[in-house]
C-alpha cells in the first residue's frame, strides 16, 4: 500500500521563528501533493499544494519544496504566528488517481 | 468554512444501533470520500464514490456502508458497531481528476459505547 510518513511526530517553535515540517513518501508514481492544517476540532484544510514538475512553490508565508529524488516534502511556514499551531498533514494522490493518502501528521506549538 | 457539510457533528450509539452520517458538497465536486481519524494514526481511506459509483473500498467491514445517491451527497450507514469504531468520520470531495485537492467537511465525532 501506500506510505506516507512525518519524520517528528511533534514541533514546537518559537512565536517568529520559521516552521519547518518534513514528510517522505513512498510511492514513485505520486506526482501531486498536498499539504493540510488541521486545528482542533475542524477537519483539514488545504494550505498549498505541488506537483511533481515542480520544485518549489511558494504561498502566503508558506513554502513547500519537493524532492522527487529522495522523496522528500517539506513545508516551510515563515514568522510562526499562534494561530500556525495545528497538526499538519502531506497527502499524495496520482494525477489520474482519486486515492489521497496522509501520513500521521505532525503536531506544530507555537510558543508565544 | 469549506462547502462540505457532515451532519451530525457528534455522535453517540450503542452497539446494536443503526445511525447515518450525511455529507454534502454543493462545490461541483464529482468525488467523495469517507476518511476514519483516529488518534495518533494516519486518516485511513474509507470509501471513495466517483461519478457517484464506488471505485475503492478499502477492506472497510460490512457494518460501515456507504450509499452515493447523487453527486452532492453522500452517506455512511452504521449498524452493530464496536467500541473500536469511535473515531472522528471525515467526508471530503474533489474533482474526479488527481491533481486536485480535496476539500473536507469538519467530521462527525463518533462515540460508540
Known amino acids: 500500500g501506500e506510505s506516507v510518513g512525518l519524520h517528528l511526530p511533534t514541533l514546537s517553535v518559537q512565536e517568529g521563528d520559521n516552521s519547518i515540517i518534513n514528510c517522505a513518501y513512498s510511492?514513485?508514481?505520486?506526482?501531486?501533493f498536498i499539504w493540510y492544517k488541521q486545528e482542533s476540532g475542524k477537519g483539514p484544510q488545504f494550505i498549498i499544494d505541488i506537483r511533481s514538475n515542480m520544485d518549489k512553490r511558494q504561498g502566503q508565508r508558506v513554502t513547500v519544496l519537493l524532492n522527487k529524488t529522495v522523496k522528500h516534502l517539506s513545508l516551510q511556514i515563515a514568522a510562526t504566528q499562534p494561530g500556525d499551531s495545528a497538526v499538519y498533514f502531506c497527502?499524495?494522490?496520482?494525477?489520474?488517481?482519486?486515492?489521497?493518502?496522509f501520513g500521521t501528521g505532525t503536531s506544530l506549538t507555537v510558543i508565544p | 468554512e469549506t462547502g462540505v457539510t457532515q451532519t451530525p457533528r457528534h455522535l453517540v450509539m450503542g452497539m446494536t444501533n443503526k445511525k447515518s452520517l450525511k455529507c454534502e458538497q454543493h462545490?461541483?465536486?464529482?468525488?467523495m470520500y469517507w476518511y476514519k481519524q483516529s488518534a495518533k494514526k494516519p486518516l485511513e481511506l474509507m470509501f471513495v464514490y466517483s461519478l457517484e459509483e464506488r471505485v475503492e473500498n478499502n477492506s472497510v467491514p460490512s457494518r460501515f456502508s456507504p450509499e452515493c445517491p447523487n453527486s452532492s451527497h453522500l452517506f455512511l450507514h452504521l449498524h452493530t458497531l464496536q467500541p473500536e469504531d469511535s473515531a472522528l468520520y471525515l467526508c471530503a470531495s474533489s474533482h474526479v481528476q488527481g491533481d486536485t485537492e480535496a476539500f473536507f467537511g469538519q467530521g462527525t465525532r463518533l462515540t460508540v459505547v
Open positions: 462545490l461541483g465536486h464529482n468525488a
Open positions: 497527502a499524495e494522490n496520482t494525477n489520474t488517481g482519486n486515492q489521497f493518502y
Open positions: 510511492n514513485s508514481a505520486s506526482d501531486y
